[in-house]
């Protein structure tokens, strides 16, 4: 007889409680059972990074975690980046540098990104590569997904600020990314 | 993957009952990097996963130039390279902690669980069993302690029996003029599994460069990590110049019992040894002159 578990933890500042499987890893958790589809399944090895989230200020694969194990946790998905219509610099400069193009990765990049550079807001190309070297992309190529880590990093995207107001444009597309993340 | 219950002791008490109570139908869980995978894929199918991580013994790292390391055995790999002692005292050990996976698998991945899961290429098992640690394990009787040379046993099986918990490493105080090296060999740059690992520990005499102490261990070269005696009874009482390093090296490589694999041949690994095993050396002597 299998119990289920009452988690409670806290996911992109808000305090949730919730009841799952405990075979239920912290990615089924987040997409089936809190509707967070930003997190991605690609491997569930542990190799790709696509469901790359944050947990306690670490970049985790949530592919590899409980959704038991996030009691008491301060998670961030990639949900949690943008501020309203706001997105954050990361999102924006992945924009601005075309460092997507099916944008299955992008979430897990950016949750690498962001946990990167809450540590170590000046890091080197170097340490942005061995930073990202747990997500894979398929498309893009990396020099592109460097050089916008690279940029926003030079915009001064110290720990969780947030970036400029956008203009038009940016809130389209931003309403663009929003949706995809959510597929 | 299969049903699976989920408990989370606070004490190592509450965790060896219940380890006991589930024997063989339960598996602890640390960082889970293996686990789940394991989970997902059939290969183990435990009833109860017994979550290790709120047990606040095994998540500490206590560290004193006098008493050396006790090292928690769900001390993330992550938190251990980020800790300003060990990467100065042990540096080969931060290094293989460093090296397993990417920057999310260290975030979750122990030291504890890379050795529990049994695997002959655990980069940080031939770290380990460099310094000397020895393994503290609770169980139902009372406690033990094993020397991490003597706790795996094959692929995938260790010296824990049903009930049993590791809890800690202890490794002892860094002695003068001493210090540690981790070199692993991968076809790639970064997230593999090795090819060849090679742990080196040293302790010489700063007057003559004569070896005080010396341990050598090797992964991924037989079917559990190697402790390689005879090449660290070679260095013993002589001075750490090339040729004793290449005698060592030779004798490292008469200790690997190396398979062929897609990853590498037998007599390519061997090569491998001896040229880690040299390197390793050399590295761990330079760092042992400049830890005074
Ligand atoms: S889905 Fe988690 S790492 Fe690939
Ligand atoms: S954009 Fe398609 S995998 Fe990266």
């Known amino acids: ?183 | 993957m299969h049903a699976i219950n989920y408990e989370s002791p606070k004490t190592i008490d509450e965790a060896v009952k219940l380890l006991a109570a589930h024997g063989e139908k339960a598996r602890p869980l640390s960082g889970g990097t293996d686990l789940l995978i394991q989970l997902r894929a059939g290969t183990r199918r435990p009833d109860f996963v017994v979550d290790i991580k709120h047990i606040a013994d095994l998540c500490k790292i206590s560290f004193s130039a006098q008493h050396g390391l006790s090292l928690g055995a769900a001390v993330p790999c992550l938190e251990i390279h980020e800790n300003p002692h060990l990467r100065r005292h042990y540096p080969g050990l931060t290094e293989a902690a460093h090296l397993i996976g990417s920057l999310q698998i260290q975030s979750r991945a122990t030291v504890g669980g890379n050795l529990c899961n049994g695997s002959p290429a655990a980069d940080t098992t031939p770290a380990l069993i460099a310094l000397g640690a020895m393994a503290r394990i609770a169980g139902p009787g009372g406690e033990r302690t094993v020397p991490v040379e003597g706790f795996c046993l094959s692929p995938g099986r260790t010296v824990l029996k049903p009930g049993e918990l590791l809890v800690e490493f202890q490794i002892p105080a860094p002695a003068k003029y001493s210090s540690d090296a981790y070199l692993r060999f991968i076809p790639r740059n970064e997230m593999d599994i090795a090819v060849v690992g090679v742990g080196v520990a040293l302790t010489l005499d700063p007057a003559n460069d004569h070896v005080v102490a010396a341990r050598i261990a090797l992964g991924a070269v037989g079917p559990t990590p190697i402790f390689a005696t005879q090449a660290v009874q070679a260095l013993v009482g002589k001075k750490l110049d090339d040729a004793a390093i290449a005698n060592a090296g030779t004798l490292a490589i008469a200790a690997a019992t190396p398979i062929d694999d897609m990853r590498g041949t037998a007599e390519y690994r061997r090569h491998v040894v001896g040229v880690l095993t040299r390197r390793a050396l050399a590295i761990a002597a330079t760092r042992a002159k400049a830890s005074a």
């Open chain 1, 1 to 183: 007889m299998v119990h289920k578990v009452i988690v409670e933890t806290t996911i992109n500042g808000d305090p949730v409680e919730l009841l799952c499987e405990p075979r239920q890893s912290l990615l089924e958790v987040l997409r089936d059972e809190l509707d967070l589809t930003g997190s991605k399944e690609g491997c569930l090895t542990g190799d790709c990074g696509a469901c790359t989230v944050i947990v306690d200020g670490r970049a985790v694969c949530s592919c590899l975690m409980l959704g038991a194990e996030a009691a008491g946790k301060h998670i961030t998905t990639v949900e949690g980046l943008a501020n309203g219509a706001t997105l954050h610099v990361l999102q924006q400069k992945f924009l601005e540098h075309a460092s997507l193009q099916c944008g299955i990765c992008t979430p897990g990049f950016l949750m690498s990104a962001k946990a990167l550079l809450d540590h170590n807001p000046n890091p080197t190309e170097g340490e942005i590569r061995y930073a990202l070297a747990g997500n894979l992309c398929r498309c893009t190529g990396y020099d592109k997904i460097v050089k916008a880590v690279v940029d926003a990093a030079r915009h001064g995207v110290g720990a969780s600020q947030h970036g400029k107001v956008p203009t038009e444009s940016t809130a389209e597309v931003t309403r663009d990314i929003l949706e995809r993340e959510k597929r």
